[in-house]
């Protein structure tokens, strides 16, 4: 089967930088995915890893270690508007479906 | 281009009864995964299907299918609802299963009373 941990919530002041975890156990690995959802709003697309490293996509960056089965998303400058929240995916290899985690809530406070 | 599309948008069904939700995929999206959400719970995935084909389907029971159409539309039923088959439904869509970046409808959020 696969699970994945992250945390519930996070808190951060306007400007500041955050950063979400995720640790994931699966029988085989394809890649981990970022999803964020605003309330009432259907999940978006942020981001996808398949190989180690970081990706940078404006002011997200999405970073992998498959040895370490564990990944995260860096926010900098945060924004009100980046209060959401925020899910990891992860996909096992056989082309499984996604399994995503319980979801972190960002909050960003003035 | 118009995103995905999932009809109704609200919906309020009794125990026992049935349900029907509907999907229309981005066009030229000919991939389509089903999840349920719950607060505090994360998506559950339900099922995806890809040229009329299920190619997976999550831990739920049988009172839960789907099906796609030949043009991608995809719709999924529950049958004999049960007051925890309360929750927002959504569907995703993508150009093939290949594809990484899935595209999210609004949902149906489905009430059972």
């Known amino acids: 089967g696969q699970s994945l941990e992250q945390p519930s919530e996070v808190t951060a002041v306007e400007g500041a930088i955050v950063q979400i975890n995720c640790t994931y156990q699966?029988?085989?690995?394809?890649?981990l995915s970022w999803y964020q959802q605003h309330d009432g709003g259907a999940p978006t697309f942020l981001s996808y890893?398949?190989?180690?490293g970081l990706e940078e996509t404006g002011r997200f960056s999405s970073f992998l270690s498959r040895s370490d089965s564990y990944g995260y998303l860096l926010l900098q400058e945060l924004q009100m508007k980046d209060s959401a929240s925020y899910f990891c995916?992860?996909?096992?290899?056989?082309?499984?479906?996604?399994?995503f985690g319980s979801g972190t809530r960002l909050q960003v406070q003035p | 281009k118009a995103g995905v599309t999932q009809t109704p948008r609200y919906l309020i069904k009794t125990r026992g009864q049935q349900v029907t939700l509907s999907c229309s995929p981005i066009?030229?999206?000919?991939?389509v995964s089903w999840y349920q959400q719950t607060p505090g719970q994360g998506l559950q995935f339900l099922f995806e299907?890809?040229?009329?084909?299920?190619?997976n389907k999550g831990n739920f029971p049988g009172r839960f299918s789907g099906r796609q159409f030949s043009n991608s539309r995809s719709e999924m039923n529950v049958s004999t609802l049960e007051l925890g088959d309360s929750a927002l439904y959504l569907c995703?869509?993508?150009?093939?299963?290949?594809?990484?970046?899935?595209?999210f409808g609004s949902g149906t959020q489905l009430s059972v009373l």
């Open positions: 995703a869509s993508s150009l093939d299963p290949t594809n990484e970046k899935l595209f």
């Open positions: 699966t029988s085989g690995f394809y890649g």
């Open positions: 890893n398949a190989l180690d």
């Open positions: 995916a992860v996909r096992g290899t056989g082309r499984r479906a996604l399994t």
């Open positions: 066009s030229g999206h000919r991939s």
């Open positions: 299907y890809f040229s009329e084909t299920q190619r």
